[in-house]
C-alpha cells in the first residue's frame, strides 16, 4: 500500500512567490489533516478535512495560507505571498474517520523561503 | 501537549539496553494517547497507541503507560537498537471523533553502539 504522498519534497523560493504544496492521502481514508513543523513551535495542525470538506482551519496562520480538497484524493496548501518565517517542513497526514484515530503521515516538503 | 522550546529533551542509552521516555500531557479530559516516531528527513511514524480505560498496552518491544492521575505518559523500548534513535513525540486527542491530535514537545532518543 502506498503512503501519503506529498509534492515536491523540496521547495526553495523567494520571499512574495505563491507556493503550493500538494497531498495525495491514502485510499480510502477520509480525513485530511495539514501541519507545520519548525524548531520554535513543532508539529502543529493547520488545517484538517472531513470527506473533502474542510472542518477546522483555526490553525491556519494568516489569510496567507489557504487549502483546499477538491476529491478524496488530493488536497493542496498554498501560501500566496509566502515569507521568510513561512519556512518549515509541511506535513500532510490522513486516517480513516470513525476508526482508530491514528493518523498516518507523509515524508513531509521542506520549505525555504529567502 | 507540552509547550515547544528551542532544545529537545535528549536521553542516550547504550545499544541493547532499555528505554523510557516520558511524556506530560496537559488535557485530563484526553482519552486517547499515541505515540510516534520521527527519523531525521522523515514524517512521524505510529509506533503504539492506548485508551484512557488503559493503563498499559505492549508491542512488539515497546509498552506505553498511562498514568490518568499524573496526566503521565511514557514510552518503554526494550533492547534498544540504532534504528530506535529517533525523535519521540506523544500525542493526545479527545474522543472518538474528535480529530485534533495535540503533540509533545518530543524527545531525541540517541542509541550508543
Known amino acids: 500500500d502506498a503512503g501519503v504522498i506529498q509534492s515536491p519534497r523540496h521547495e526553495v523560493t523567494e520571499m512574495g512567490q505563491e507556493v503550493t504544496l500538494r497531498c495525495k492521502p491514502i485510499?480510502?481514508?477520509?480525513?485530511l489533516f495539514w501541519y507545520r513543523q519548525t524548531m520554535m513551535r513543532g508539529l502543529e495542525l493547520l488545517i484538517y478535512?472531513?470527506?473533502?470538506?474542510?472542518?477546522?482551519d483555526s490553525g491556519m496562520p494568516e489569510d496567507r495560507f489557504s487549502a483546499k480538497m477538491p476529491n478524496a484524493s488530493f488536497s493542496t496548501l498554498k501560501i500566496q505571498p509566502s515569507e521568510p518565517r513561512d519556512s518549515a517542513v509541511y506535513f500532510c497526514?490522513?486516517?480513516?474517520?470513525?476508526?482508530?484515530?491514528?493518523?498516518?503521515f507523509g515524508p513531509g516538503t521542506r520549505l525555504l523561503v529567502l | 501537549g507540552e509547550s515547544v522550546g528551542l532544545h529537545l529533551p535528549t536521553l542516550s542509552v547504550q545499544e541493547g539496553d532499555n528505554s523510557i521516555i516520558n511524556c506530560a500531557y496537559s488535557?485530563?479530559?484526553?482519552?486517547?494517547f499515541i505515540w510516534y516516531k520521527q527519523e531525521s528527513g522523515k514524517g512521524p511514524q505510529f509506533i503504539i497507541d492506548?485508551?484512557?480505560?488503559?493503563d498499559k498496552r505492549q508491542g512488539q518491544r515497546v509498552t506505553v503507560l498511562l498514568n490518568k492521575t499524573v496526566k503521565h505518559l511514557s514510552l518503554q523500548i526494550a533492547a534498544t537498537q540504532p534504528g530506535d534513535s529517533a525523535v519521540y513525540f506523544c500525542?493526545?486527542?479527545?474522543?472518538?471523533?474528535?480529530?485534533?491530535?495535540?503533540f509533545g514537545q518530543g524527545t531525541r532518543l540517541t542509541i550508543n553502539p
Open positions: 497526514a490522513s486516517r480513516r474517520q470513525g476508526g482508530q484515530e491514528t493518523q498516518y
Open positions: 485510499s480510502g481514508h477520509n480525513s
Open positions: 478535512f472531513n470527506n473533502n470538506v474542510p472542518i477546522d
Open positions: 488535557n485530563s479530559a484526553s482519552d486517547y
Open positions: 492506548i485508551r484512557s480505560n488503559m
Open positions: 500525542a493526545e486527542t479527545l474522543g472518538q471523533g474528535a480529530q485534533k491530535l495535540v
